[in-house]
T-cell receptor, first 113, second 113 residues
């Protein structure tokens, strides 16, 4: 069975500050890991994905995440937050790109001026 | 290339009625996943259709059903609607079994009153 835990349902940062969204997973097989972003009343957009290649994954909009097997973590970071980053972020795990995704509960990122 | 399209964007039904939601995957994609995003419950896997057949279903009652047509578009039916069925229903499709990501539609917002 697979599961994802996202620590913090809400994270608040100031514009220009570091963004850190935490994700821990459990999986009985080497996982595929994903971060998705959801803007209000919209579907999910893929930010980045880990598929057993490089452990540091760079995504769109300046986001990156590091896969740490020993910590079963896949935290999402961005050096400098922008107002347009305000959205809900979901971490997800799957056994492959073709199998169903198991999502975390999501973290709402709030960015203040 | 058109993305994953869902219709309608919004649907309002009364308790006890039936709702039908539709999804068209990206051209050439043969697999469709349905997810429910209900307030406070996160994203839950509903159904997986692949090449016309139901491959897997999540932990939902039988009144949630669907089908996939020869052109790979899909329909999700929810019978005997209950208030707690109010949610955003998202459709996703990966390219093929070697794909490492699924593309999401914008969703259908179902409101049961």
């Amino acid at each position: 069975a697979q599961s994802v835990t996202q620590l913090g349902s809400h994270v608040s940062v100031s514009e220009g500050a570091l963004v850190l969204l935490r994700c821990n997973y459990s999986s009985s097989v080497p996982p595929y890991l994903f971060w998705y972003v959801q803007y209000p009343n919209q579907g999910l957009q893929l930010l980045l994905k880990y598929t057993s290649a490089a452990t540091l994954v760079k995504g769109i909009n300046g986001f990156e995440a590091e896969f740490k097997k020993s910590e079963t973590s896949f935290h999402l970071t961005k050096p400098s937050a922008h107002m347009s980053d305000a959205a809900e972020y979901f971490c997800a795990v799957s056994r492959s790109g073709y199998s169903t995704l198991t999502f975390g509960k999501g973290t709402m990122l709030l960015v203040s001026p | 290339e058109a993305g994953v399209t869902q219709s309608p964007t919004h649907l309002i039904k009364t308790r006890g009625q039936q709702a039908t939601l539709r999804c068209s995957p990206i051209s050439g994609h043969t697999s469709v996943y349905w997810y429910q995003q209900a307030l406070g419950l996160g994203l839950q896997f509903l159904l997986w259709y692949d090449e016309g057949e139901e491959r897997n279903r999540g932990n939902f009652p039988p009144r949630f059903s669907g089908r996939q047509f020869p052109n790979y578009s899909s329909e999700l039916n929810v019978n005997a609607l209950e208030l707690e069925d109010s949610a955003l229903y998202l459709c996703a499709s990966p390219l093929d079994r070697a794909s490492t990501e699924a593309f999401f539609g914008q969703g259908t917002r179902l409101t049961v009153v």
